[in-house]
Each structure stands twice: as C-alpha cells, then as structure tokens.
C-alpha cells in the first residue's frame, strides 16, 4: 500500500523516524556547507571543476535523498529503513503516530531548497551552493534537535487555506 494511499496515512508512522533522518540530514548538510565555506564551493570558470567539487557531490547525494523521500514517501526513505531496522527495535511505542504526508511534503521542500543550490554552483553563483544548503540544514536541524518541522507546517496551512478557499467557494 503507498503511504500516498489514505489507509496508510490512517496507519501512521513512528514521528522520531523522520528526526531521526532530519539528524543524519543535518550532519550532511553541515559538512557540505563546511566544504564549501573552506573554498570548495567557490564557483570556478569551468563546468566541469565546479560539478566535481566535493560540496556540490555531497549536496546531489542529499538532493537524492531528498527525491527519494519525496516520491517514494518518508516510510521508504532509506532513513526511514536504517531507524526500523537499527533503532526502533531498542525504543519504547511511540505515543502515538504521525501522518505521513506532512513529513513527506517536507522532503519535497528540501529537494526544492537542494537543487536550487546545486543550480545556483551551476550557474557560478558564489556562495549559493552554500547558501541553500544552509536553509536546508536549518530546517533539519530544527526538526532533529526540536522536533520542529518547517515542511510541516506549511503543509498544515497548505491544507487549512485550501479548506478556507474551498469555504468560501461554496
């Protein structure tokens, strides 16, 4: 069943899963701007030097994830079967459950905000490489260190105008 399919959203999933990926999200990041803070970034005259800068191979690899998150949904994220299989195992039930469709949502916005930074070192903009995956780490690191997911809470008001237009409409 896809985690896309009501049924599954009705299921839920365990919500320290997606903090759990927000932590290994944020470490990556935090190394990819670190890179390209120390000049690995720096947008060079030739395409070729710039694609193989360590920052922007690291920044494809979380723009992937980030994909995969988004298309498959956050269940099948690779994440998502390393706290599963490693992690869950040794926690207590989660509490309750958490919609995945907030989370997922979330992993879109991220590969929104990746590849536009993957783009931007394309495109020989200095710095923007390191800019967006400074946003991105921000918003993993909330999520991980707080719980707090950005993604999710413009699904959430996504959702609550969408109710309101249709209000309105009707």
């Known amino acids: 069943m896809s985690e896309k399919d ?9 919500p320290r899963g997606p903090r759990f990926g ?6 990556l990041l935090l190394v990819v701007i670190a890179l390209g803070l120390g000049g690995a970034a720096d947008p060079s005259p030739e395409l ?3 694609v193989a800068q360590p920052a922007f191979v690291l920044l494809a ?22 706290f599963r299989r490693l ?10 459950l958490e919609d995945p469709r907030p ?22 903009v200095p710095y923007g490489l390191v800019a967006a995956a400074a946003l991105a780490f921000v918003a993993a690191y909330l999520n991980a260190a707080f719980g707090y ?18 209000a309105i409409g009707s």
């Open 6 to 14: 009501p049924a599954s959203a009705l299921r839920g999933i365990d």
């Open 22 to 27: 927000a932590a290994i999200t944020a470490a």
């Open 48 to 50: 070729g030097a710039r």
């Open 61 to 82: 690899v979380a723009t992937a994830l980030f994909a995969w998150g988004a298309a498959a949904g956050i269940a099948r994220h690779p994440y998502g079967w390393l």
């Open 87 to 96: 992690i869950r195992p040794r926690l207590a039930p989660p509490r309750e």
């Open 103 to 124: 989370p997922t949502f979330a992993q879109g916005m991220g590969l929104v905000v990746a590849a536009a930074g993957l783009l931007l070192q394309l495109f020989a």
């Open 149 to 166: 997911c950005i993604g999710c809470q413009v699904y959430l008001l996504l959702i609550r105008l969408r109710g309101r237009r249709t």
